[in-house]
C-alpha cells in the first residue's frame, strides 16, 4: 500500500464539504428569493436562522458538522502520511468514516431522521477515534 492511499478518503471528505456547501447555498438562494420580505431585514444576525425551515437550516447545521470531527480526522491523515505510517487498516478505517458522514450528511439534508442520523455520525467517529488510538499507541510504543 502506497503513502499516497490515503489521500483518497482525505479528498473524498474535502469534496463532501463542497457539495454539502453548494447544496445549502441552493437551498437558503431559493428561499431568500421566495420571501416578500426586504432581504435587508436578514441582516440582522440569526435572522435567517430563526426564520428557515429545516430544509434550509439543516444544510447549513450539516456543513458547521463538517468542520468538527472532520477537523480532526484531517490532521490524523497528514500525521500518518508524514510519520509514513499509513497502511490497509489506516485507509478502511478511514473509508468508513467517509461512507458514514457521507450518509449522515444525505440524511441530516434530506429527511432529516434523527436517530437514524445519530447512529450514522456515531460509526462515522469511532472509526476516527480509531484511528486515533491505533495510532497514538503506536506513536507511544516507539
Not at 431585514?41 to 435572522?47: F, I, M, Q, S, Y
Not at 458547521?64 to 485507509?91: R, S
Not at 458522514?101 to 456515531?122: G, K, P, Q
Amino acid at each position: 500500500m502506497t503513502q499516497d492511499a490515503i489521500f483518497s478518503p482525505f479528498f473524498a471528505t474535502v469534496f463532501l464539504t463542497l457539495l454539502v456547501w453548494v447544496y445549502m447555498y441552493i437551498r437558503r438562494i431559493s428561499f431568500i428569493t421566495s420571501l416578500k420580505t426586504r432581504q435587508q431585514d436578514l441582516a440582522v444576525p440569526g435572522t435567517l436562522a430563526q426564520i428557515s425551515p429545516p430544509n434550509v437550516s439543516n444544510p447549513s447545521d450539516n456543513l458547521k458538522n463538517l468542520f468538527e470531527i472532520p477537523v480532526l480526522f484531517y490532521a490524523l491523515v497528514l500525521y500518518l502520511f508524514i510519520t509514513k505510517q499509513v497502511d490497509a487498516v489506516y485507509v478502511n478505517a478511514a473509508w468508513v468514516f467517509v461512507v458514514f458522514r457521507t450518509l449522515h450528511s444525505a440524511v441530516h439534508c434530506t429527511f432529516n431522521l434523527i436517530m437514524l442520523r445519530f447512529y450514522l455520525y456515531l460509526f462515522a467517529t469511532l472509526a476516527v477515534w480509531f484511528i486515533a488510538i491505533r495510532a497514538a499507541l503506536i506513536h507511544f510504543s516507539a
